[in-house]
C-alpha cells in the first residue's frame, strides 16, 4: 500500500485532468494498470524489441516507460503537444541515462501529422486518444496511419462505445466522449483501413479497436489467436474480482442467510410430515 506522502507525489487523489504529470492523462491511482495493459496487448500482439512502434498522445510516457526500455536505440515515436507531460516523466520516471541509450523520438504536433517522423511503423497505438477526439480528427489520425503503417502493421486503439456519435468539431478534455462501433468502422472505412474489435481488458469503461490494412486481415486473426490464452487469463482475473466483490457485497449476504434459513425451516417441515405419517401409519 502507498504511504500519504507517496500519494501525494504520485498525485493520487488528484482529479483527472490537473495539473501532475499523472493525473493529467487519466486516473493517478490505475497509472501502472494502464499501462501494463497497452505492454501487454502489444507484446501480445507480436510486438518485438526491432519493431517500430508510434504512440499517439503518448502523455507522460505512461505506457512509454515500458516500451522504451523494451525497444531497441530509435524505436518508440510519440507524439504529445504537451511537452511538460514528457519531461515530467523524464525527471521522475525514465532518467536521462535511458533516454540517451534508448534515443526515443518527440514531436509535439497536434494536428495528427503522424508523418511527421519519415518513418514507418510495425506498431502505433491510440490510448485514450479517441474518447477525447472529434470525428475530423479521427479521421485525419487514420488518414495519416494509412501512410506510415508498414503493409503488415497492427494500429491499436480504445474507443468508448456509446448509442451516438459525438459530433463536436473540437478536442474534448478531460471528459469523454462516446461513438458508436459502425461510425468507428465507417470512419476507419473512408481512409482504406479495416477496423476490428478487440477483447483485451481496459480498466476503464473503453473497448480497444485494431486497424489494420485490408490486404494484411488474415494475419492479424492468427496474430489475435496466439493472444487468446493471456486474453483469457486476465477475463478470468477479472471476472474473480467481480465475483469477489459481490460475495462481499451485504445484499448478497442477506440472501445467502435467508436462503440457509428457507432450507432449515423446509427441512423442518419435511421432518414434521415425516413424524405425522408415522404417527397416524
Ligand atoms: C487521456 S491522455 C492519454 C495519454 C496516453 N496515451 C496514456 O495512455 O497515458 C490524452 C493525451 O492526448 C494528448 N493530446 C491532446 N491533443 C492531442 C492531439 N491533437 N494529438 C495527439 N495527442 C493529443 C493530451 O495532451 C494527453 O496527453
Same mark, same amino acid.
Given at each position: 500500500?502507498?504511504?500519504?506522502?507517496? *500519494?501525494?507525489?504520485?498525485?493520487?487523489?488528484?482529479?483527472?485532468?490537473?495539473?501532475?504529470?499523472? #493525473?493529467?492523462?487519466?486516473?493517478?491511482?490505475?497509472?501502472? %494498470?494502464?499501462?501494463? =495493459?497497452?505492454?501487454?496487448?502489444? =507484446? !501480445?500482439?507480436?510486438?518485438?524489441?526491432?519493431?517500430? +512502434?508510434?504512440? &499517439?498522445?503518448?502523455?507522460? %510516457? /505512461? !505506457?512509454? /516507460?515500458?516500451?522504451?526500455?523494451?525497444?531497441?536505440?530509435?524505436?518508440?515515436?510519440?507524439?504529445?503537444?504537451?511537452?511538460?507531460?514528457?519531461?515530467?516523466?523524464?525527471?521522475?520516471? &525514465?532518467?536521462?541515462?535511458?533516454?540517451?541509450?534508448?534515443?526515443?523520438?518527440?514531436?509535439?504536433?497536434?494536428?495528427?501529422? @503522424?508523418? &511527421?517522423?519519415?518513418?514507418?511503423?510495425?506498431?502505433?497505438? !491510440?490510448?485514450?486518444?479517441?474518447?477525447?477526439?472529434?470525428q475530423a480528427?479521427i479521421s485525419k489520425?487514420l488518414s495519416?496511419?494509412? *501512410?506510415?503503417?508498414?503493409? =503488415?502493421?497492427?494500429? #491499436?486503439?480504445?474507443? /468508448?462505445?456509446?448509442?451516438?456519435?459525438?459530433?463536436?468539431?473540437?478536442?474534448?478534455?478531460?471528459?469523454?466522449?462516446?461513438?458508436?462501433?459502425?461510425?468507428? /468502422?465507417?470512419l #476507419?472505412?473512408?481512409?482504406?483501413?479495416?477496423?476490428?474489435?478487440?477483447?483485451?481488458?481496459?480498466?476503464?469503461?473503453?473497448?480497444?479497436?485494431?486497424?489494420? $490494412?485490408?490486404?494484411?486481415?488474415?494475419? =492479424?486473426?492468427?496474430?489475435?489467436?496466439?493472444?487468446?490464452?493471456?486474453? %483469457?487469463?486476465? *477475463?478470468?482475473?477479472?471476472?474473480?474480482?467481480?465475483?469477489?466483490?459481490?460475495?462481499? $457485497?451485504? $445484499?448478497?449476504? @442477506?440472501?445467502?442467510?435467508?436462503?440457509?434459513?428457507?432450507?432449515?425451516? +423446509?427441512? *423442518?417441515?419435511?421432518?414434521?410430515? &415425516?413424524?405425522?405419517?408415522?404417527?397416524?401409519?
Amino acid at each position: 500500500m502507498l504511504s500519504k506522502s507517496e *500519494k501525494e507525489v504520485l498525485g493520487i487523489d488528484l482529479p483527472v485532468g490537473s495539473h501532475h504529470y499523472r #493525473a493529467f492523462v487519466g486516473s493517478s491511482s490505475l497509472y501502472d %494498470l494502464v499501462a501494463a =495493459t497497452q505492454f501487454n496487448l502489444l =507484446t !501480445a500482439l507480436g510486438l518485438r524489441e526491432y519493431h517500430y +512502434l508510434l504512440d &499517439i498522445g503518448c502523455g507522460s %510516457l /505512461r !505506457a512509454g /516507460r515500458l516500451f522504451i526500455p523494451y525497444l531497441l536505440s530509435g524505436r518508440y515515436f510519440g507524439i504529445e503537444p504537451e511537452p511538460w507531460l514528457i519531461e515530467a516523466s523524464m525527471a521522475n520516471e &525514465i532518467g536521462n541515462d535511458l533516454i540517451r541509450i534508448k534515443k526515443p523520438t518527440f514531436s509535439h504536433d497536434r494536428n495528427f501529422t @503522424l508523418s &511527421i517522423f519519415n518513418q514507418k511503423f510495425d506498431f502505433v497505438l !491510440a490510448q485514450e486518444i479517441f474518447i477525447h477526439a472529434s470525428q475530423a480528427q479521427i479521421s485525419k489520425c487514420l488518414s495519416e496511419a494509412k *501512410k506510415v503503417m508498414n503493409p =503488415t502493421a497492427v494500429f #491499436a486503439a480504445t474507443f /468508448r462505445e456509446g448509442q451516438d456519435n459525438y459530433e463536436g468539431n473540437d478536442w474534448h478534455y478531460p471528459d469523454c466522449i462516446e461513438y458508436t462501433l459502425n461510425r468507428m /468502422r465507417e470512419l #476507419a472505412a473512408e481512409q482504406g483501413l479495416i477496423c476490428k474489435p478487440f477483447d483485451w481488458p481496459h480498466p476503464g469503461p473503453q473497448s480497444w479497436l485494431l486497424y489494420i $490494412h485490408p490486404e494484411n486481415e488474415s494475419n =492479424t486473426l492468427e496474430l489475435s489467436a496466439g493472444a487468446e490464452p493471456l486474453r %483469457l487469463l486476465s *477475463k478470468l482475473r477479472y471476472t474473480e474480482n467481480r465475483l469477489n466483490c459481490w460475495e462481499n $457485497h451485504p $445484499h448478497v449476504g @442477506l440472501i445467502a442467510r435467508m436462503n440457509r434459513v428457507t432450507n432449515d425451516v +423446509l427441512k *423442518k417441515v419435511r421432518n414434521l410430515g &415425516i413424524s405425522v405419517k408415522s404417527k397416524i401409519g
